[in-house]
Structure formats: C-alpha cells, structure tokens
C-alpha cells in the first residue's frame, strides 16, 4: 500500500507550508486538495456559472485539465498549462470554494480525483476531509489547528508580503464564517479523524509543527 499521510485542518492553519516541507523531507508526492476546490471555484467564476448550480459544476470538475508542480516556494498549481496559484489564493475564490465544497455532487467529481494523487514512493495531501473521507486508511492523519484569530494575522502578514494591503477585522470575519461553513456542512465537514495527531499551531513556529508530525511518521516507519 502507498503510504499516505494526511494534514488537515482549517484555512490559514499552516497545513499547505507543512505538508510542503514534509513531502520534501521524505519525497514523497504532494496534493493540494484545498486547491482543487478553489480551481473549480475560480473556473466557475470565471466563467459565469451559479455557484448552487450543482450539475454544471460537477461536468466542469471532471473536465478540469489540473496538475501540481513543485516549485521552490510551495507548489504550483497549473490549469490547461497556466500557473494560477495566485489567482486562486483571494478571499473571493477561497470563500466561494468553501460554498462549492458543500455541494455532494462537487465533492463526488473531485474524490477520485483526488484518490489517483496516491502514488509511489508516497504522498503528502492537505486539506479538510482527507483524513475522514478521502484516505481513510491512511497510516498518519494529522489535524492541524490555530485559532482563528492567529489565521487572520498570518493570512493579514501574507497578503502584505505580497504587496496587499487588507483588512484585519474583514479577513477574521471571512475566516470564522468559512470555518462555520466547513464544519457544519452535512457532507464531509471539518472535523479531526478519530485516529488524528491533533496539532494546535497558534503559538508554534514552522519548524517545531514539523518536526512534531515527522517524530510521528518515524515512528510509524514511514521514513
């Protein structure tokens, strides 16, 4: 079986930095199943289709032409040939791919999908239902955790590094409105899996949250 760790959690949480680095560290393949929901979102937007409208969304995500690329700064997300990681990181994408994970159908057209990331020598997925739905038998599942207003604050630094300027109380109320969403939906909502290392990254740096869930995956004798 490939071996398959899975990190979870909330936007703004670290998980995307995270799993990054500890694909690197073990060579493993790396998905980023958050922005596979935020490809379609985009899509959708940009072509004009209602985002309740469940039948078009689902024919436009088993047609999504989507592939990640490893990249010196995180990884790439390339759609038809073209890098539209930035396109895909505003708020209005991130709030719209939050409405559209919602969708059963949406969730279906992207589920296998998701699956075939699953390759040797191994893989590395983040996001918010990998652990419960998508790899349930992976053999690490990690739910990584930060408070809602630490989120704010990094996506806030992150926005600013990048040359935008945004609003902190803006960016908390989007943030605390997708978490509700995310958890509370009826299909696949946010939630720790059963068997999950649960890891609060508020007051931790980088390096400590990864060498936390690296010291687990040493000792299930995955690297």
């Known amino acids: ?15 995307g930095t995270v799993s990054k680095i500890i694909a ?8 980023d199943s958050g922005a596979m929901y935020r490809v379609l979102a985009y899509a959708a937007l940009k072509n004009g ?4 409208d469940e039948d078009r969304l689902y024919d436009l995500g ?7 690329t490893p990249v010196d700064d995180g990884v790439a997300t390339v759609l ?15 709030g719209a791919a939050s409405k559209i994970a919602a969708l059963p159908k949406v969730r279906a057209s992207l589920l296998e999908r998701q699956r075939q990331f699953a390759t040797a020598p191994g893989l590395v997925g983040d996001g918010r239902d990998l652990g419960t739905v998508v790899f349930p038998e992976a053999q690490l599942k990690v739910f990584l955790d930060a408070s809602a ?6 996506r806030v630094k992150q926005m600013e590094q990048k ?13 605390q409105e997708r978490d509700h969403r995310d958890r509370t939906r009826p299909v696949a909502p946010l939630v720790p899996a059963a068997d999950a290392l649960v890891v609060d990254s508020t007051s931790m740096t980088i390096p400590e949250v990864v060498e936390t869930i690296m010291k687990e995956a040493r000792a299930r004798k995955l690297c």
């Not at 079986?1 to 909330?10: K, N, R």
């Not at 040939?81 to 991130?94: F, K, Q």
Request: proline share 3%; aromatic share 4%.
């Open 49 to 52: 289709i209602d985002l309740g």
């Open 62 to 68: 088993v047609s999504l032409n989507l592939t990640f």
């Open 149 to 154: 207003e630490e989120r704010a604050r990094r």
């Open 80 to 94: 038809d040939g073209e890098d539209i990681s930035l396109r895909i990181r505003n708020e209005e994408v991130g």
């Open 1 to 15: 079986m490939t071996p398959v760790i899975t990190i979870d959690g909330p936007g703004g949480s670290g998980k």
């Open 163 to 175: 040359g935008v300027n945004c609003d902190y109380g803006q960016i908390l109320k989007e943030i």
């Open 24 to 31: 690197d560290q073990l060579h493993f393949n790396i998905l």
